[in-house]
């Protein structure tokens, strides 16, 4: 899908290779590029979303090394050497992650615009605590807006995938 | 989105220094990027050159030696709500990086980036003072200490030279009577008010008072005149004072009418937290 780039012989690129949902990615960026346009318009991956551009709204949450950063305000070269998992890379060879399951039965989204940041920062905190607290799942997820008011199902998704994941671990 | 420029990496504060003094204005330190890029792609600066000062050994991590603690300056937000140094002997510091931001943001900001850039309405430069915090800056031609009073000179400005780089930050470790507290208020995104208070507190007196005020204004401010009022009380006497003590407080933050508030609001927050911050570490 990387689509092809006109560049003057003056203009620095810095090769970037990365693990992409657990495959080896290798790309040639610019300083400037910014994480977001490289997966959605250079990689086609368009799960992530441009809302608020500001690292406010959680919209564009990728997981770098497993930890929750905003794609709007990285830059594509600071993710040399690093594994980034997108929406697209959290189900299984097409099965989903028990936090989609649970976001579907317990109607944890409405647009669904959010959805995607708010799985993957909701895999974040569970895969650093297990059994949070509704206090915990509120301070970790407190940067991740939903526009359709719909955190009463979100929080209640997320601790009945929390259950889930651990009665599967025990 | 952004327009573009050279990215340098440098691996020595040397090198930055170098760097700085040879493109002036044209280039900026950049590390989390959390304040920097936001501003870039707003166009409210650009640079032609940003330089990348997260390849410098030994700047990310925090450690205590001879009665003080060390502070990378690349050392993150998370990394500093994490760091079990801090949790025992900072435990304020690690509360006030607790609640920086959201989670994405403390991922990627560095504490160094954070006192650099100065924004009126960040939270660390009002503790780092009332904790005795000393920053070092580093040149080529040399190292030096700035007092947390004398870096922060206004809005986004502080008492760097053009060719110097944080590298650290100094904290004496507190002590076992040490006290510390940092307690912030604001409705939108960033804080409108943060009031921190250090004090030892022997037996029944308050010692050692040291009050900062920050986000109110243009930069986190000392509070001499309100520490001089509760130095040396008892902690019954310090209460009945903490009125008074807030209102200079108060004044002192410099505090201006925006969307944060307005300035009497804003005042009037400050003392509210003093006495708060002063309630939850002296009972």
């Known amino acids: 899908m990387s689509k092809p780039m006109t560049r003057h012989a003056d203009v620095q690129t810095i090769p970037v290779s990365f693990t992409l949902n657990g495959r080896l990615q290798e790309i040639d960026v610019e300083p400037n590029e910014l994480l977001l346009d490289v997966v959605r318009d250079r990689l086609g991956l368009t799960g992530a979303k441009r809302s608020c551009d500001v690292q406010v709204c959680g919209a564009c949450t990728l997981l770098v090394d497993g930890r929750p950063v905003s794609a709007c305000t990285t830059l594509a070269f600071e993710v040399r050497g690093r594994s980034v998992m997108t929406i697209e890379g959290l189900a299984d060879d097409g099965k989903l992650h028990p936090l989609q399951e649970a976001f579907i039965e317990h109607g944890g989204f409405q647009c669904g615009f959010c959805t995607p940041g708010m799985l993957l920062a909701s895999k974040a905190l569970l895969d650093e605590n297990p059994n949070p607290t509704e206090a915990e799942l509120k301070h970790f997820m407190h940067g991740n807006l939903c526009r359709c008011t719909g955190y009463k199902k979100i929080i209640e998704s997320i601790m009945a995938a929390a259950k889930k994941m651990r009665g599967s671990r025990a | ?283």
């Open chain 2, 1 to 283: 989105m952004l327009k573009r420029f050279r990215l340098e990496e440098p691996e020595s504060a040397a090198e930055v220094s170098e760097l700085l003094g040879r493109f002036g204005d044209s280039a900026k330190i950049y590390a989390g990027g959390t304040e920097l890029l936001l501003a870039m792609k707003e166009g409210l600066v650009q640079y032609e050159r940003l330089i990348n000062v997260k390849k410098l050994k030994g700047l990310s991590e925090v450690s205590g030696e001879n009665g003080t603690i060390k502070i990378g300056a690349l050392c993150t937000h998370h990394q500093l709500e994490n760091s079990s140094l801090l949790q025992q002997k900072l435990p304020s510091l690690v509360k006030l990086e607790q609640n920086v931001a959201n989670v994405r943001v403390r991922q990627a900001g560095s504490i160094g980036g954070n006192l650099c850039f100065a924004e009126p309405h960040a939270d660390p430069g009002t503790l780092l003072m009332a904790l005795g915090a000393k920053l070092v800056a580093e040149k080529i031609s040399g190292k030096r200490e700035i007092t947390a009073e004398d870096f922060f000179v206004d809005a986004y400005e502080t008492s760097l030279a053009a060719d110097e780089l944080l590298t650290g930050i100094r904290v004496p470790t507190p002590g076992a009577n040490s006290r510390s507290a940092y307690l912030k208020f604001g409705y939108l995104e960033r804080p409108s008010v943060g009031v921190a208070i250090a004090l030892t507190l022997d037996g029944e007196t308050v010692n050692n008072v040291k009050i900062a005020v920050g986000c109110a204004g243009p930069a986190p401010r000392r509070v001499a005149e309100a520490e001089a009022l509760l130095n040396g009380k008892s902690k019954d006497e310090a209460v009945r004072l903490l009125p008074q003590a807030g209102a200079i407080a108060g004044r002192a933050s410099e505090a201006i009418s925006d969307l944060h508030g307005a300035q009497d609001y804003k005042e009037h927050i400050v003392g509210v937290l003093l006495k708060r911050a002063f309630n939850s570490i002296v009972s």
